[in-house]
């Protein structure tokens, strides 16, 4: 199947710095991609629209001036963490689709944050 | 707001068949019922999707009942690779630019013992 690939897949950071995490298709295009976040041992959360040449569109409580999403090309969206706390440690997942088929919407390996 | 209900947690043993249920009661007529399962610290992995009929593919088999309202998920012969929490999704269409926009449960830990 198609692959998305994540980048990096760990990262740790001081606290108030930027952090900024890489999502890749790597053999296909995607015009849209898909940001995620999970805590540990909960479930994934949704949080945001990636869109190629357009502003992202982010769900309703997660703050688009604290993660920024940029979606320049066709094959990468990145998500950076601005000014990270320690409470925005998580796993950061990303997906992408190949196509318009459910079998056709990949998910990432992830990315998974830590800020001291 | 995930729309489903499912167990927390099961225990299948090795080469059985793992059955996990999902209840999904106030479930539309033009809302799919879809399986992912992630495996510790990795991303989701797509697994089957239905509608009415029950479905089958090289991973898994999918019954929903005649209602509904509930569905499960089959793994026909259970592997230790097959540990993962399972997450049953309910939503609308099967197509179009929002399909990526999923609303994941709790999920069911699915664990697979030797």
């Known amino acids: 199947g198609a692959v998305v690939s994540q980048h990096p897949s760990r990262v740790i950071c001081k606290s108030g710095t930027s952090v900024k995490i890489e999502c890749r298709s790597l053999d296909f295009q995607a015009t849209t991609m898909f940001w995620y976040r999970q805590f540990p041992k909960q479930s994934l959360m949704l949080m945001a629209t990636s869109n190629e040449g357009s502003k992202a569109t982010y769900e309703q409580g997660v703050e688009k001036d604290k993660f920024l999403i940029n979606h320049a090309s066709l094959t990468l969206s990145t998500l950076t963490v601005t000014s990270a706390h320690p409470e925005d440690s998580s796993f950061y997942i990303c997906?992408?689709?190949?196509?318009?088929?459910?079998?056709?919407?990949?998910f990432g390996e992830g990315s998974r944050l830590t800020v001291l | 707001d995930a729309k489903t209900t499912q167990p927390p947690s099961m225990d299948c043993a090795e080469g059985r068949a793992a059955n996990l249920p999902c209840n999904h009661s106030?479930?539309?007529?033009?809302?799919?019922v879809y399986w992912y399962r992630q495996i510790h610290s990795q991303g989701p992995q797509y697994i089957i999707h239905?509608?009415?009929n029950n479905e089958t593919n090289e991973m898994a088999s999918l019954i929903i009942t005649e209602d509904r309202k509930s569905s499960t998920l089959i793994l026909p012969h259970a592997t230790l690779r097959d540990t993962a929490v399972y997450y049953c999704?309910?939503?609308?269409?099967?197509?179009?630019?929002?399909?990526?926009?999923?609303?994941f449960g709790r999920g069911t830990q699915l664990t697979v013992w030797p």
């Open positions: 106030t479930i539309s007529g033009n809302e799919y």
């Open positions: 999704i309910v939503r609308v269409a099967n197509r179009g630019s929002t399909l990526g926009r999923l609303y």
């Open positions: 997906s992408a689709r190949s196509g318009p088929e459910i079998g056709e919407l990949f």
């Open positions: 239905g509608l009415k």
